[in-house]
């Protein structure tokens, strides 16, 4: 097992015109499931190759533990074979040939383990991932969900040092996804195997890392816990990635009342609490960009506690609640709700919860409260 860290990564495709990574400072703690999260083409496939070894960056040193495996300027590059280190691609390709049991054996066959520990290794890796009763037949014979266990499983029995995982459950559909999820995260935890896990899919992200790390362009937009990102985005970019659906934001003018701090917008009116009025002293008579999430919006009983008047516009069952698409002015806001009366095209009134407003510059986009 063996953290992974990055001082200064920077790599180009095209001789220095353009960096795909920026001088990237990252560390993967021992034993950590990490997600590389980020939209396409942000360069998280590219940062993953410079763990592996199949690319060599213009500049920076990556450490699997203690080894320098990775510094161009020092002439140290370690081959990715002697990296040990175990990858999954969306596309993997299991040899047809053979048996799963063969799939599975091969690579330790390769590598002259002994056979009595090849077959325990496959035996128990097998039993996690619960593919015993398929062990004799060859991929043509298993259903998507299947191939991808025994793919992940082939990679698993090296004992690597380092798990890294592209995109692996994109082929696969939605229920299965969540299944082998699910069995992934489990396996990985028990196995204590230092993870990394790329990604654009937030709910992926959500619900599978102890750390993630959300790039865009090239560069860290911020890291932590996936609480630390939700529940405070470090800007609007964080926001509106995590989340689904995505975060409403509405471009308010601070306004100071009677002493007290308000935003104001066509679509919205809110007071804040006296921590966010605190944040926005310096802003008043400028405007900032409000964030709530849909959860963080509920009807409120009378007009006057009222922050949004709107009418309901549509609504989607989620089966214990409604997604409701509300529309003021020109902009559709929606929240989530748990009254199941809750009529289309009537009027409502909503209300935030002022504890969880998200305040952001409105240039920069960077969080303010
Ligand atoms: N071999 C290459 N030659 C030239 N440009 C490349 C090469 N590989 C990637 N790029 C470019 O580098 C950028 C980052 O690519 P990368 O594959 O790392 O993105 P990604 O975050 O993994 O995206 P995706 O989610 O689509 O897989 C992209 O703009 C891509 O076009
Ligand atoms: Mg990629």
Request: glycine share 6%.
């Amino acid at each position: 097992m063996a953290s992974i860290t990055f001082n200064n990564v920077s790599v180009s495709y095209d001789r220095g015109k353009t960096k795909t990574l920026k001088d990237l400072s990252l560390e993967v703690k021992d034993g950590e499931f990490c997600v590389f999260l980020g939209p396409s083409g942000c360069g998280k496939s590219t940062a993953m190759h410079c763990i592996a070894g199949l690319l060599k960056p213009d500049s920076g040193e990556v450490y699997i533990g203690d080894q320098l495996v990775t510094a161009m300027e020092k002439k140290v590059f370690v081959q990715p074979q002697q990296r040990n280190i175990a990858m999954v691609f969306q596309e993997y390709a299991l040899y047809p040939n053979m048996t799963v049991r063969k799939n599975m054996s091969f690579g330790l066959q390769t590598l002259k383990v002994d056979k009595a520990e090849i077959e325990k290794r496959v035996n128990y890796m097998a039993k996690m991932l619960s593919i015993e009763h398929l062990m004799e037949r060859k991929p043509a014979e298993l259903s998507g969900g299947q191939r991808q266990r025994v793919a992940l499983g082939r990679a698993l029995v090296r004992d690597p040092n380092v798990f890294l995982l592209d995109e692996p459950l994109g082929n696969l559909d939605a229920k299965l996804r969540e299944q082998v999820r699910y069995e992934l995260k489990k396996i990985q935890s028990e196995l204590g195997v230092t993870t990394v896990y790329v990604t654009h899919d937030q709910t992926e992200a959500m619900t599978m890392a102890d750390h993630i790390i959300l790039m865009r362009d090239g560069m860290i937009m911020q890291e932590g816990t996936p609480s630390d990102l939700y529940d405070c985005p470090n800007n609007v970019f964080v926001a509106s990635f995590l989340g689904t659906p995505q975060i409403n934001l509405f471009d308010c003018r601070v306004v100071q009342k009677d002493g007290r701090i308000f935003l104001e917008s066509p679509e919205i009116t809110t007071v804040v609490e006296d921590k966010d009025a605190a944040a926005l002293k310096d802003y008043t008579g400028k405007e900032v960009t409000l964030g709530i999430r849909p959860s963080d919006l509920s009807i409120a009983e009378n007009e006057s506690d009222a922050a949004i008047k709107a009418a309901i516009d549509s609504m989607e069952l989620l089966g214990d609640a409604y997604l409701v698409y509300v529309r003021t002015g020109n902009k559709v806001v929606i929240f989530k709700n748990t009254d199941l009366n809750t009529k289309l095209n009537s009027h409502i009134f909503l209300k935030p919860d002022l504890s969880k407003l998200h305040l952001f510059e409105k240039e920069k986009g960077d969080r303010i409260n």
